[in-house]
């Protein structure tokens, strides 16, 4: 079977946070969850957000996907090297902003 670990990273600052006037919130990663409902049933999936759990460096994985924001750019870089160096696949990715062509 083939394991694929999505990882979201810890940033300095903590989880996304937004404040007004009237409440506040953190805003939960969204885009691992559903990349793992997305992904065909022959592929285990696990999820681990640096923000609750560590990272195991040690469980074996084939495929290892990190949602990246600008300010866990730093931390994912370092996590991806962490992985490359054992020879597992890196993918990155984040949401993009701005107009689509």
Do not use: C, H, W
Not at 5 to 20: A, D, E, M
Not at 37 to 52: C, F, R, S
Not at 69 to 97: C, F, H, N, W
Request: hydrophobic share 45%.
């Amino acid at each position: 079977m083939i394991r694929l670990l999505l990882i979201v990273p810890r940033s300095k600052r903590g989880n996304i946070f937004i404040k007004s006037e009237k409440m506040s919130f953190n805003i939960p990663p969204l885009s691992p969850p559903l990349l793992a409902a997305l992904t065909p049933k022959n592929v285990d999936v696990e999820i681990v957000d640096e923000n609750v759990d560590e990272i195991d460096y040690k469980i074996q994985v084939n495929l290892v996907g990190i949602s990246v924001l600008t300010m866990t750019a730093p931390r994912s870089y370092e996590i991806a090297d962490q992985y490359r160096i054992k020879g597992i696949p890196v993918v990155l990715g984040g949401i993009r902003y701005g107009k689509q062509a």
